[in-house]
């Protein structure tokens, strides 16, 4: 019944009427971007190592899903809770012998198959990409699509325990929107803060996806997106359980986000994470990834580096990164005390590295720079250069015009037509079977 | 059958959605053949069906039904049957959210009585129907509590009260004011004749 629920909904039919529109838009745009670095239209082409279709065309084709799953999916999913509280559905099935969990669990399940209706426009995308040549990458492609995947279930998390708190649709829909204000917010303001706070605006939603779109799959952010969306379900459960009393049921939800927030925090200590992206620019070579390996001793950084500093940024995406998949020990500390770094003194923008009890100091934000520091330091023999194939990029000329009517005249129209059909469908088939009843 | 009569207000949906669970109760406790039934355990013996709802409005009824019996383990045919008893063979393909409020009332005694438990309780059962429509339903009422179900019926509507039940609890501004055959009421309300009309003014 979720899934007929989903298709008599007009809220579903709007999201899906919108989707195709909003991926084409972006697909189109990253494409044609994508073709004017390429050289077409007889501009100068960039450096072909520079074309990547993760960053070029995957990214933003599916970073119109991320829009889309924050603003307008969380409309079709609390609708399935909220439109059972209007209409009394709720009353009868609370009585039914399926349980609230297991009910949950199926709004989930009908919520994922459906919507990957509307994950066909992106499917559309990939194989008009790879009809014109365009080049993919399994794993960095699988990778992004977790990390959607993950986003969709938080999202769905999100909406069904604001729907289950909320009397009505619109309350909730201001609770999930709340949230997601929430998380950027709390993004915007600990970046770059160092400690817990940042380490916690690392694992918001926004913060979570971009490491998935930068082709890296951490096993913290997946945790924690796991750990977050099993939290936020388990809530609704708890509060639709309308017999307890709202005291009760309070504690009880307390309990339920403590014991996530637990769970996330215990998620955030995770180490491990792969590199999926094929130009491996999350990983240092093989032969200094393996160099890296024998270091057995704790290494320390201490930056002492401003959050709004420029190199505390390349940094933390470059060298730090990097470090914190490879080295078995590492600690990073903050030593700046003040957010621009303008007014700080002694020993502002120093980077000190720390193996065992030897130190020493580092401006360079440069990876090779440092490297060499860390071996020295380590007692380590650098490997010898080169070794891994540069990664050759992946230009593409081609044109998406045509695309422009599957986008935005032929997906709406379908969208359209599949509503009415499935509608008359239904009235005949009962139609049918009330002819034969009689 | 046992009646639950009381003014708007006097509280039968509440202690309706109490008995069924579905509230949190301040006090009190539920006990079918002298043991306690937990809040949580009570939907495997009693049915309520509530007053005022349009549950999938947007489906065929033939959907719901074919739905309903599947999740609560109704036999179909028991299901088949009470929707030609109840004349709902001509609009299942309506939607639910589409019919007339007497229809909808019917489709809801259909689900109703379809699930398999010993007691339903029905919030007013008769609202909505026509005087013809109401004797039907009151046949098909009589037939389920005939077949060993108690049914524990909300009517604000004496007349149909006073026609239908075995037995009546008064309820007024959430007290019991009175309960018993309507000769018992009457005894108690110092009445020899009169109705229940009567009878309620009497003792509340």
Known sequence: MEGGELLASRAFWLYLLAVGPLVGQAFLHAASLYAEASGRGGGPAALAQGLSPLDGMLVPTFGAYDLAVTLLYPFVAIRLISEEKRNGAGKLLLQSPASIPLRLAVKLLALAAFSLIAWAAGLLALLLWAGAGGHLQLPELANLLLGHLLRFLLATGVALAAAAVCDGAASAAIVTLSFTLGTWALDFLAAGRGGWLERIAGLTPTAGLRVFEHGELRLSVAFAFLAASAGAIAFAAVWLASWVPVARRAVRGAAVVAATAVAIAGASRLKPGWDFSEDRRNSFSRADEAALSRITEPVTVTVNLAPEDPRLFDLERGVLGKLRRVLADLTVRRAARSRSGLFESGGYGEVWYQVGGRRAMVRSTIEAVVLEEIYRLANVPPPAAGGDPAYPGYPLRAGFEGALWIFYAAWPAAAALAFLWIRGRWRKRWDESGNQAS | ?204
């Open chain 2, 1 to 204: 059958m046992l009646g639950l009569i009381g003014p708007n207000g006097a509280g039968k949906t509440t202690l309706f959605e109490c008995l069924a669970g579905e509230l949190p109760a301040d006090a009190g406790e539920v006990l079918w053949q002298g043991r306690p039934l937990a809040a949580g355990h009570r939907k495997e013996t009693l049915f309520y069906l509530p007053d005022q709802i349009t549950p999938w409005a947007g489906q065929p009824v033939g959907r719901v039904l074919s739905f309903f019996s599947r999740l609560f383990g109704a036999d179909p045919s028991r299901l088949s049957a009470l929707a030609g008893t109840l004349g709902l063979s001509r609009f299942l393909s309506e939607n639910v959210g589409e019919l007339s409020k007497g229809e909808r009332r019917r489709v809801l005694l259909a689900l109703g009585l379809s699930v398999p438990r010993e007691i339903l309780l029905f919030d007013e059962p008769f609202d909505g129907l026509d005087l013809r429509q109401a004797r039907e339903v009151e046949g098909v009422l009589r037939r389920a509590a005939a077949q060993g179900r108690t049914l524990f019926l909300s009517i604000h509507q004496l007349t149909d009260a006073a026609r239908v039940c075995d037995r009546l609890v008064l309820l007024s501004a959430g007290r019991v004011a009175g309960e018993g055959t309507l000769s018992e009421l009457r005894n108690r309300a110092g009445l020899e004749a009169g109705g229940l009309e009567e009878v309620f003014l009497a003792l509340t």
